[in-house]
């Protein structure tokens, strides 16, 4: 998986986490693809979720910050991703990565950046306001 301009959503910080979980993620394609033994997969993958975790709750604040009215819905997608990735996780432990359970992160990346984080950065670029105590 490689990074596109049309990933960009315009908002600098979201971007550059965009391309590191890209980044990231694509490691773990190289080295499964390469038949790396399973702990450098296992390592690779506690990377993602460590990246991936800290993005999500950037994003999640964001919401929160600028009364993103489709956060749980957003969030929901961010669990859905991380309990994938969690699975993927226990099973290179197991030996037995799942080529499905990669390619679903891999559409999902595409198919989220493309439409829900891009409908949350239209949000806050349209000059919505800080929800106020
Ligand atoms: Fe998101
Ligand atoms: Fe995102």
Redesign the pocket.
């Known amino acids: 998986m490689q990074w596109r301009d049309t990933y960009s959503l315009g908002i600098r910080e979201i971007d550059e986490q965009h391309r590191a979980l890209i980044g990231n993620f694509t490691t773990i394609e190289e080295a499964i693809r390469q038949g790396e033994n399973w702990s450098t997969v296992y390592f690779h993958v506690a990377d993602l979720k460590e990246s991936a975790r800290f993005h999500?709750t950037c994003?999640e604040a964001l919401m929160r910050l600028f009364g993103y009215p489709d956060i749980r819905l957003?969030t929901a997608?961010?669990a859905h991703f991380f309990k994938v990735l969690s699975e993927i996780e226990l099973h290179s432990i197991n030996r037995s990565i799942e080529k499905e359970r990669v390619k679903f992160l891999r559409v999902w990346m595409t198919k989220?950046i493309a439409g829900?984080?891009r409908e949350?950065a239209r949000h806050i670029l349209a000059g919505a306001p800080v929800v106020k105590a």
Do not use: A, K, R, V
């Open positions: 999500f994003e957003h997608e961010h989220h829900s984080d949350l």
